[in-house]
């Protein structure tokens, strides 16, 4: 695909066993098929916008229409990167980091699920090192947040080995129901003491406007 009039579509973020970067339409494709195929046990709900209730058709929907939102609603003060996760060339799930006036909080967000096949072989820590590593080293963020609920061990868990600490608790509705929310944040000092996974990216120059106008 030719970025030109896209340059974020020239993206590429790779660590040692992992490609992150923008799907094309082809692409897209594949990684709806994973959501549909599923990515959490059917007795469990990790996100707080249930979009994988419906059926299979309808977790492929949401995931295409997800990504292709982010692309026609970015802009330099309030952008969503959703990115593809290529695990031996093929698609394993998806990472986003986001922002809300950028240049001016130095602060991202991020989100992601995996693939049910996907899961348990590391992959979901490496994933986000990747983005972390693209905010900090090539961004210049000062600060990353998450949020995973209390009962959800394997998203807190790749937050603290990649050096996060608690940032208190928030109550969500899901379903008509309170959750509770352990806020995570990261600061620049302590991802450089938690660095364990090599990332290398291309493409960044051709977009870097694309991030912080």
């Given at each position: 695909m030719d970025p030109r009039h896209w340059?974020?579509?020239?993206?590429?973020?790779?660590?040692?066993?992992?490609?992150?970067?923008?799907?094309?339409?082809?692409?897209?494709?594949?990684l709806a098929t994973v959501a549909a195929d599923g990515v959490h046990a059917p007795d469990s709900m990790p996100f707080t916008v249930p979009w994988t209730d419906g059926t299979p058709a309808a977790?492929?929907?949401?995931?295409?229409?997800?990504?292709?939102?982010?692309?026609?609603?970015?802009?330099?003060?309030?952008?969503?990167?959703?990115?593809?996760?290529?695990?031996?060339?093929?698609?394993a799930g998806r990472q986003d980091v986001a922002a809300r006036d950028f240049a001016v909080t130095g602060e991202v967000n991020t989100g992601s699920w995996l693939g049910?096949?996907?899961?348990?072989?590391?992959?979901?820590?490496?994933?986000?090192a990747a983005v972390l590593h693209l905010a900090f080293a090539g961004l210049g963020a000062r600060s990353?947040?998450?949020?995973?609920?209390?009962?959800?061990p394997r998203s807190l868990g790749v937050s603290r080995r990649l050096g996060y600490l608690p940032d208190g608790l928030e109550?969500?509705?899901?379903?008509?129901?309170?959750?509770?929310?352990?806020?995570?944040?990261?600061e620049r000092d302590r991802w450089e003491e938690h660095r364990t996974v090599d990332v290398r990216i291309d493409g960044l120059d051709a977009c870097r406007g694309d991030f912080v106008g």
């Open positions: 340059p974020l579509y020239g993206l590429r973020i790779r660590t040692p066993r992992l490609e992150l970067r923008l799907p094309d339409l082809e692409l897209l494709d594949d977790r492929g929907r949401a995931v295409y229409q997800h990504v292709l939102s982010t692309v026609a609603g970015w802009s330099a003060r309030n952008w969503v990167l959703s990115l593809a996760v290529l695990h031996e060339g093929k698609v049910l096949a996907h899961q348990g072989q590391g992959i979901g820590t490496e994933m986000r990353a947040t998450s949020s995973a609920m209390t009962d959800n109550v969500a509705a899901l379903r008509g129901v309170p959750v509770t929310l352990q806020r995570l944040r990261l």
